[in-house]
């Protein structure tokens, strides 16, 4: 069969395989099959390199690790996972020139199971994906909450529970900082600036599978023994650590990748694909969430990458960069991993205030207050974030002369946080509010968020934080801004836009009993642990004072609860969409979104015209609003005709034939 | 455009500004990922100069830096040499390529490829005569650091340019009469360029980053 120079390219679903025959049998070409295959075959390979390279070790032989094996294995294991689901096939094809056939239309779940371009279905595929981390993280924290019931009885031992704790840790926050950006960003940004795709369809996926290889890198630290040194894996701990240390250094660095190629296409895309007259101030605060959001992943996660790959190199190949015995330090590590995880801090905060941002409005019929305070407080934050890692070397390895500097500038953050959270009680105010499912778990965001927010500044001051550091009064505090920002913020969101992807409602009566079970359970697991904390009660401890065991136990029995809501989640879910469906009725909340205007279910380009967009989303409660955008098109030969492209320039000041783009005065995206 | 657009029915003609709307964007997607792929590989590099600076400054148990330990300098030094010329010589293509003389261009980018996989190679062979152990010091540790990602990034570019130019050779023919490469107003050949105008600019940048390192290892 002779190959056309597109089926040649190959892209994972095209190759050789006609769309005839993929429409016969789904599974024909590459899938999560091939994948698994090719994720077994690179870790032989790669295990077995590393048994040649370093089985002679004086190292190796003393601890009878070969840390060689372990990395080289991992590592192999994620490019074969990549290459058995089509990720280099044009990459390689690219090396004989050819450029990728276009992508086709495909149906059927199969799909979710390989490697696709339709932004639509990578945005599906990384919201189950995420909350396969989620869910697993989780039950690692109902175990060692259940160690904690006591300080007498040990139900798992010191060992596993370090073990359990750093997974936890470490998988919540891999898993955080692609919670809302994964899903939500790479679904709703094309559709929300009118465009019929992200830039760079194949990282987008590849940013996904990436993300699942961390994953599954990571969940294999018990085989090596685990690690004990808490998601922050200090040196010299992680120098000394067990083999399961390799898995956090290269699932930490896979997972990296991928969200740093999440983060760049969300900035190229938004800078570059918006429709004609989307201009910088009709955009979504949602997508002026991912914009910031996408700078910071793609600024500070390099530097988190540097800190895993010279950990790697410490572990493999002598290197001493955090080995003080041989010219290193410790602290370097301090320095590179915080240089990222403040930076991490905003990159899960600024998503959850995006995506509330979005359903205030809508269930408070109201504008947006202040929308253009809120887009630069989001600027101010992203910036601000670069400067305060060093708040989190107070106790350690930081000049005291330089505390009150990186405290001021710790507590300069608290600013534009503020916009932006005032901007949410300004849209509420005098709003009519609708209580529904997503409302409730935006409101709950607030609630909570103030909670981690105020702790969040006195954690600031030197003083408190000498006091507090490296108690559960700091653990309560993260758990109040992330768990209780934007966890709460992705629920909200999953019930709002789940009729704009599936088309169906999620049931609302299991939804409230989820709601109201997480709120509460939620509170009364971290409040007490606020206080635990403050009482002195230490982190990664196993036993801890007599006194505090009430208040522990009664967290624990509220964890179970709380975990509890995640299973009332699971059951709506798969109630809803599966075992009784109920169609969604279009645009069931009444939103002015672009997103929401589109047909059921949303076309595979998106827009059959470019739309042109006329105002921005949020006028709500007004008379006679402008609609949001003209689906007719149009736009495009008046923004060109008004930025002087030949040779439609001819048109410029010519309405009648650029109809109906005489609406705007702006060409919106510079061209 | 091959149409005159004053000619065409209005549904056409949105049908045609779409096209050039949608390519814009395109262009401007290279532009501008051009540009941060820039600024996420500073940051990797960044990370490895404060690496450097910190473990220089520390002195940890004096152990920054033995006397008498460097890598081969005659080797870093041709290292160097290779990816500032490929730099050199891939601007004197982009320049030539927009003067419209495409065998030149071609000719200039074979030859940064060529330079830069001499360069990776260089750098491999390297790291296999140094005369040190990788944890012996704090210096030596970055350089051991160092090497595999230049080898990485020069690799990376060297991968951007291969590819680019294999894209011309195949585009060779069907752009011929319109121009070429260096002048046609299709969209592969718009794209192209701007391709070429990205990968120009990595290599102008990645010449900046081995001369500096080049200057912390061997230099200072």
């Not at chain 1, 940004?189 to 994953?215: C, D, K, N």
């Not at chain 1, 010219?327 to 403040?342: A, R, T, V």
């Not at chain 1, 739309?611 to 149009?634: N, T």
Request: glycine content about 10%; aromatic content about 16%.
């Amino acid at each position: 069969m002779a190959m056309t120079e597109e089926a040649r390219a190959g892209t994972g679903q095209h190759g050789r395989i006609t769309a005839r025959e993929r429409q016969r049998n789904p599974w024909l070409g590459q899938s999560v099959i091939t994948g698994f295959a090719g994720a077994a075959i690179g870790y032989l390979l790669g295990h077995l390199f590393g048994n040649i390279i370093a089985s002679n070790y004086a190292v190796v032989k003393a601890s009878g690790v070969n840390n060689v094996s372990i990395c080289l294995g991992l590592a192999l294991g994620t490019l074969g996972w990549l290459a058995g689901l089509g990720a280099f096939n044009y990459a390689v094809a690219k090396i004989l020139g050819y450029e990728p056939a276009k992508e086709e239309e495909t149906t059927g779940w199969q799909r979710y199971f390989k490697m696709t371009l339709d932004h639509k279905v990578v945005g599906l595929q990384y919201l189950i994906a995420v909350l396969g981390f989620f869910f697993t993280a989780g039950l690692f924290a109902e175990a060692f909450r259940t160690e904690l019931l006591s300080p007498y009885s040990h139900f798992i031992g010191p060992d596993v529970y370090l073990q359990l704790v750093s997974e936890h840790g470490t998988m919540m926050m891999m898993m955080a900082t692609s919670l809302v950006v994964g899903p939500f960003g790479n679904y709703l940004v094309p559709l929300m600036i009118g465009a019929r795709g992200m830039a760079f369809p194949r990282l987008e996926a590849t940013s996904l599978w990436l993300f699942v290889a961390g994953y599954m890198v990571i969940l294999t630290a018990p085989v090596y023994g685990g690690f004990n040194t808490g998601w922050t894996a200090y040196a010299p701990l992680q120098t000394e650590a067990r083999g399961g240390m390799d898995s956090y250094l290269i699932g930490f660095g896979v997972v990296g990748l991928g969200m740093i190629l999440n983060g760049f296409n969300q900035i190229v895309t938004i800078t570059n694909l918006r429709a004609p007259g989307m201009r910088w101030t009709r955009l979504p605060i949602f997508v002026w969430a991912m914009l910031t959001t996408g700078f910071l992943l793609t600024l500070a996660t390099p530097v988190l990458f540097v800190g895993a790959y010279l950990g790697v190199l410490d572990r493999t190949a002598q290197t001493s960069f955090y080995v003080n015995a041989h010219g290193g330090s410790s602290y370097l590590w301090e320095n590179l991993f915080w240089f990222f995880g403040h930076p991490e801090v905003y990159i899960m905060a600024l998503p959850g205030f995006g995506l509330v941002g979005e359903m205030l409005t809508v269930f408070s019929r109201k504008p947006l207050f202040a929308y253009k305070v809120a887009a630069a407080g989001m600027i101010g934050v992203a910036l601000l974030s670069f400067f305060v890692w060093q708040h989190h070397l107070f106790q350690s390895g930081i000049n005291p002369d330089m505390r009150p500097l990186f405290m001021l500038d710790t507590e300069l953050i608290s600013i534009p946080t503020g916009f932006i959270y005032l901007v949410g009680m300004g849209t509420l105010w005098r709003g009519r509010i609708r209580f529904t499912l997503p409302m409730m778990f935006s409101l709950a965001m607030y609630f909570n968020f103030l909670i981690g927010g105020i702790t969040g500044v006195y954690l600031s001051d030197v003083p408190v934080n000498v006091t507090v550091h490296g108690s559960f009064f700091v653990l309560a505090h993260f758990h109040y801004t992330i768990m209780g920002g934007l966890v709460f913020a992705f629920f909200g969101a999953v019930y709002y836009y789940m009729p704009r992807v599936t088309g169906h409602m999620l049931n609302e009566t299991l939804g409230k009993i989820h709601f109201w079970m997480m709120f509460v359970f939620f509170n009364l697991t971290f409040f007490p642990l606020l206080i635990v904390g403050f009482l002195g009660m230490p982190r990664r401890v196993f036993e801890y004072a007599p006194r505090l065991q009430g208040l522990n136990a009664f967290a624990t029995v509220a964890d179970y609860l709380l975990g509890l809501s995640f299973v009332v989640f699971v059951a709506n879910f798969i109630w809803s969409m599966w075992i009784d469906p109920k169609p969604a009725p279009h645009n069931p909340w009444q939103s002015r979104g672009i997103e929401w205007q589109l047909p059921d279910p949303v076309p595979f380009h998106n827009f059959d015209r470019l739309p042109l967009i006329l105002s921005d989303p949020y006028h709500y409660g007004e008379e006679d609003p402008l609609p949001v955008a003209d689906f007719r098109g149009g736009g495009a030969l008046a923004a060109l005709a008004e930025a002087g492209v030949a040779p439609f320039d001819a048109y410029a000041g010519r309405p009648e034939i650029a109809h109906p783009a005489s609406h705007i005065s702006d060409p919106g995206r510079e061209v | 455009m091959a149409v005159d657009p004053q000619m065409m029915d209005p549904e056409a003609l949105e049908a045609e500004a779409e096209a050039e709307y949608d390519l814009l964007g395109v262009e401007g997607s290279f532009w501008t990922a051009t540009r941060l792929l820039i600024g996420i590989v500073t940051f990797v590099w960044a990370g490895v100069a404060f690496a450097y600076f910190y473990l220089r400054e520390s002195d940890t148990h004096a152990l920054w830096r033995p006397h008498g330990v460097t890598p081969p300098t005659l080797l870093g030094t041709l290292i160097a040499l290779c990816v500032v010329a490929g730099a050199a010589v891939a601007v004197y293509g982009k320049y030539t390529l927009l003067d419209g003389r495409q065998v030149d261009w071609g000719f200039a980018a074979w030859l940064t490829t060529a330079l830069g996989l001499v360069a990776a190679g260089l750098q491999i062979w390297e790291l296999t005569r140094l005369s040190f152990l990788p944890g012996l010091s704090g210096y030596t540790s970055v350089f051991i650091g160092y090497a595999p990602l230049n080898v990485a990034f020069i690799l990376g570019g060297t991968y951007w340019m291969e590819t680019t130019v294999a894209r011309a050779m195949r585009l060779r023919g069907r752009l011929a009469t319109t121009g070429g490469a260096g002048a046609s107003p299709l969209p592969d050949a718009r794209l192209l360029r701007a391709n070429v105008d990205g990968v120009t600019y990595f290599w102008v940048y990645m010449a900046l980053i081995v001369a500096t390192f080049w200057a912390l290892f061997y230099v200072l």
